[in-house]
């Protein structure tokens, strides 16, 4: 079945400092990319979708130069986010539409980002 | 606007009896597709069953069944003999229908299930 692979699992920092959380689609090509961000016992928030080859689409409220996101190829998209701060702490999964499984989205299995 | 609804924050089962968790959905488009998805403490969204708005019969995984009232919008989740490891947050969710919004997912709050032993 597809699969989606985000590193890292969990990432401490220190505050400033700029954090890269990756998503690979291992067996299929994923033009489309979903970026969540998630607060403990709430809903998945979405942040912003990327397509291959084309500039993010971000959420109302997302500030789009704090949280970069990069989708330069079909198999692997990235989210960065810069100048970290203690608020931005949360957990982060990205989602990826595949043509086949799952009826169209594969997660990957998050990461948590503690800042310091 | 589309959008989903779980009313149930916190639900508790014995080990081995049945669940229901609730959703309902809202949207004026004829085609549209719902989704069950668990997140066990680890984070991991785990897809459970899929129910398509032409789909004839109700979806089944398992011991996953959805119970789809199309009339009135809703499509619950039945869990039968529950088991520990089905201790977790579970949440509805709905495909966009709008080809403009890449068919983002739009999400329930979620039901947090403790089962009992």
Same mark, same amino acid.
């Given at each position: 079945?597809?699969?989606?692979?985000?590193?890292?699992?969990?990432?401490?920092?220190?505050?400033?400092?700029?954090?890269?959380?990756?998503?690979?689609?291992?067996?299929?090509?994923?033009?489309?990319?979903?970026? %969540?961000?998630?607060?403990?016992?709430?809903?998945?928030?979405?942040?912003?979708?990327?397509?291959?080859?084309?500039?993010?689409?971000?959420?109302?409220?997302?500030?789009?130069?704090?949280?970069?996101?990069?989708?330069?190829?079909?198999?692997?998209?990235?989210?960065?986010?810069?100048?970290?701060?203690?608020?931005?702490?949360?957990? %982060?999964?990205?989602?990826?539409?595949?043509?086949?499984?799952? %009826?169209? %989205?594969?997660?990957?299995?998050?990461?948590?980002?503690?800042?310091? | 606007?589309?959008?989903?609804?779980?009313?149930?924050?916190?639900?508790?089962?014995?080990?081995?009896?049945?669940?229901?968790?609730?959703?309902?959905?809202?949207?004026?488009?004829?085609?549209?597709?719902?989704?069950?998805?668990?997140?066990?403490?680890?984070?991991?969204?785990?897809?459970?069953?899929?129910?398509?708005?032409?789909?004839?019969?109700?979806?089944?995984?398992?011991?996953?069944?959805?119970?789809?009232?199309?009339?009135?919008?809703?499509?619950?989740?039945?869990?039968?003999?529950?088991?520990?490891?089905?201790?977790?947050?579970?949440?509805?969710?709905?495909?966009?229908?709008?080809?403009?919004?890449?068919?983002?997912?739009?999400?329930?709050?979620?039901?947090?299930?403790?089962?009992?032993?």
């Amino acid at each position: 079945g597809a699969v989606v692979s985000q590193h890292p699992s969990w990432v401490i920092c220190k505050s400033g400092t700029s954090v890269k959380i990756e998503c690979r689609s291992l067996d299929f090509q994923a033009t489309t990319m979903f970026w %969540y961000r998630q607060f403990p016992k709430q809903s998945l928030m979405l942040m912003a979708t990327s397509n291959e080859g084309s500039k993010a689409t971000y959420e109302q409220g997302v500030e789009k130069d704090k949280f970069l996101i990069n989708h330069a190829s079909l198999t692997l998209s990235t989210l960065t986010v810069t100048s970290a701060h203690p608020e931005d702490s949360s957990f %982060y999964i990205c989602s990826a539409q595949a043509r086949r499984g799952n %009826y169209g %989205y594969t997660f990957g299995s998050g990461t948590r980002l503690t800042v310091v | 606007a589309q959008k989903i609804t779980q009313t149930q924050p916190g639900m508790f089962v014995q080990e081995k009896e049945a669940v229901t968790l609730d959703c309902t959905y809202d949207t004026s488009d004829p085609s549209y597709g719902l989704f069950w998805y668990k997140q066990p403490s680890s984070g991991e969204m785990i897809f459970l069953i899929y129910q398509g708005s032409y789909d004839q019969q109700n979806a089944t995984e398992g011991r996953y069944s959805l119970n789809f009232q199309k009339a009135r919008k809703s499509a619950n989740l039945v869990i039968s003999a529950s088991q520990l490891g089905d201790s977790a947050m579970y949440f509805c969710a709905m495909r966009d229908s709008n080809a403009g919004n890449n068919r983002k997912l739009i999400w329930g709050l979620g039901t947090s299930l403790a089962v009992n032993p």
